[in-house]
């Protein structure tokens, strides 16, 4: 690569909007501020002139997949880079990878697929959601392959990955989810956060579960010091105020600089009105956005699949084919951005923040999220309503 690119517009930083900010980039971030401190006059000359928003490339935490293939039925990296490119091509230039509960066999298998897809660097990262969740509150999880926490598979797997696997969702209530020779031991000792969440939990269990992960996470901060909890309010027992769950021992600790909390923000799992009264609540620090996209996002309705369930997606809705429950989302993460920003729910630079730099943190990654020098060169393009005009990967236009 010769000359670094120079893009001249309203920068989102994570601070302000710098109405006539630059950036200068080639595989990384050379330069970024306001254009009249940071551009030479050559640069000035050269710069190409942004009519709507230069943001940092997005950063996806969870995600099954887009573009009509998803990770927990990849056989092959080649499907896993159809959904990859989907989610690339509207912004997210990290992403992590999420499967569902499957057999061992399966696991371990997609846990390899993946893991060379990490190596490649097209992926951040792999999520596995279950399979040691409660049946109860098991949303798309298919039921049949539900087990009970298990430490020696729970190793196996963080092995297979070798320093990929990012989380691993799992019900605090079941026996081994938390405390010594837990699941959740041998995933922080092996570099990975667990992802409370799919959880039909009474209130002790959650705060158990929380202390201990907080606890351990004090000694040994492999990637984040926070865990995280999957999707709020989605797959979790709802809020009660005589019966009320896990949500709130969730949102305390959050709002205690505890956990990290995801958040499905595009407008069908969860209320964009919520959304904005957590956002109010718990601020930007204890959120994250993330997509739990699957195969259909990008892709017109109809049939899909999504591990080894059948799934219909009706008005952009996807849903189990057997059953009713919501089964993943639709929308790439710039959508949820766009939704919350131009309904005047969370301001912009906070909408851009949880949904890069949190995700950024959970990674434990500090080369991306943001675009301050040193950043990779990963940064999107937006027009004015934030629909997504450019994006460059490691300086390279996608
Ligand atoms: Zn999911």
Redesign the pocket.
């Known amino acids: 690569m010769n000359t670094p690119i120079v893009l001249r517009g309203k920068l989102v930083t994570d601070t302000e909007i710098i109405d006539d900010g630059a950036v200068v980039f080639d595989e990384e971030v050379k330069k970024s501020g306001r254009a009249s401190e940071v551009l030479t006059e050559a640069e000035a000359a050269q710069a190409k002139t942004v009519e709507g928003y230069i943001l940092p490339g997005l950063v996806d935490v ?1 995600c ?1 997949g887009g573009g009509g293939e998803s990770f927990p039925n990849s056989e092959t990296t080649d499907q896993a880079r159809v959904a990859i490119m989907e989610h690339r091509k509207h912004g997210t230039t990290t992403l992590v990878a ?1 499967g ?1 509960t499957a057999s061992a066999d399966v696991l371990r298998e997609r846990a390899k697929t993946l893991t060379e897809l990490c190596k490649e660097g097209e992926l951040a990262g792999i999520h596995f ?1 279950g399979p040691f969740v409660s049946v109860e509150r098991r949303g798309a999880q298919d039921a049949t392959y539900i087990i009970d926490p298990d430490p020696a598979l729970t190793q196996e797997l963080i092995d297979l990955c070798e320093g990929y696997c990012v989380t691993m ?1 799992l019900a605090p209530e079941k026996d081994r989810a938390y405390g010594e020779g837990s699941v959740a031991e041998v995933l922080i000792e092996g570099g990975a956060l667990p992802s409370w969440g799919h959880t039909d939990s009474s209130p002790e269990h959650v705060r158990e579960a929380l202390k201990y992960s907080r606890k351990k996470l004090e000694q040994i901060a492999p990637r984040s010091p926070k865990a995280t909890a ?2 709020l309010f989605n797959g979790m027992r709802p809020i009660h105020h005589r019966d009320p769950g896990p949500v709130p021992e969730f949102v305390a600790d959050a709002a205690q600089d505890g956990a990290i909390l995801e958040l499905i923000a595009d407008g069908i799992h969860v209320a964009p009105d919520m959304v904005r009264a957590v956002y109010e609540t718990i601020g930007r620090d204890a959120l994250v956005f993330v997509t ?1 996209a699957m195969a259909a996002a990008g892709m017109p309705d109809g049939s899909y699949q999504l591990g080894p369930q059948a799934v219909t997606v009706k008005d952009g809705v996807a849903r189990l084919t057997n059953g009713n429950s919501i089964a ?1 989302g639709t929308s790439h993460l710039l959508d949820q951005v766009r939704l919350l920003v131009n309904g005047g729910y969370v301001p912009l630079v906070d909408a851009v923040y949880m949904a890069t730099k949190q995700g950024a943190d959970i990674l434990g990654d500090t080369t991306v999220g943001h675009l301050r020098p040193g950043a990779k060169g990963d940064v999107l393009v937006t027009d004015k309503e934030l629909n997504p005009e450019a994006v460059y990967r490691r300086g390279e236009l996608v």
């Open positions: 969870h099954h999420s569902v959601e969702t999957t999707h739990d993943g």
